[in-house]
């Protein structure tokens, strides 16, 4: 079974940082295409980083500069280094691993952590 489990969510203060960490079991993260997804009420869920196999990253626009994603691949573990903290960074974040097979395209999910950034 694949399980991806999120942590480091917290209350923070703005302009403080923050590290999640996804840690993966059942799937090798370094083989396919991650990424990170927050969701905050109300609103629809954003991809805000992404990581390929090859170690290319992309980010949403609103957190380009502040956040950097990584991958650990010795630990089979991503990263979600927040800097800078905003407000509207208040979400719950998901880690993904996209999996394309023969037949379809699996997204699996973690269970989510909670970002909270009070101005």
């Known amino acids: 079974q694949v399980q991806l489990v999120e942590s480091g969510g917290r209350l923070v203060q703005a302009g403080g940082s923050l590290r999640l960490s996804c840690a993966a079991s059942g799937i090798i993260l370094s083989a396919n295409r991650m990424g990170w997804y927050r969701q905050a009420p109300g609103k629809q869920r954003e991809l805000v980083a992404g990581i390929i196999s090859d170690g290319t990253t992309n980010y949403a626009d609103s957190v380009k500069g502040r956040f950097t994603i990584s991958r650990d691949d010795a630990k089979n573990t991503v990263y979600l280094q927040m800097d800078s903290l905003k407000p509207e960074d208040t979400a719950v974040y998901y880690c993904?691993?996209?999996?394309?097979?023969?037949?379809?395209?699996?997204?699996?999910w973690g269970q989510g952590t909670q970002v909270t950034v009070s101005s």
């Open positions: 993904n691993c996209n999996v394309q097979g023969p037949l379809s395209r699996t997204y699996y």
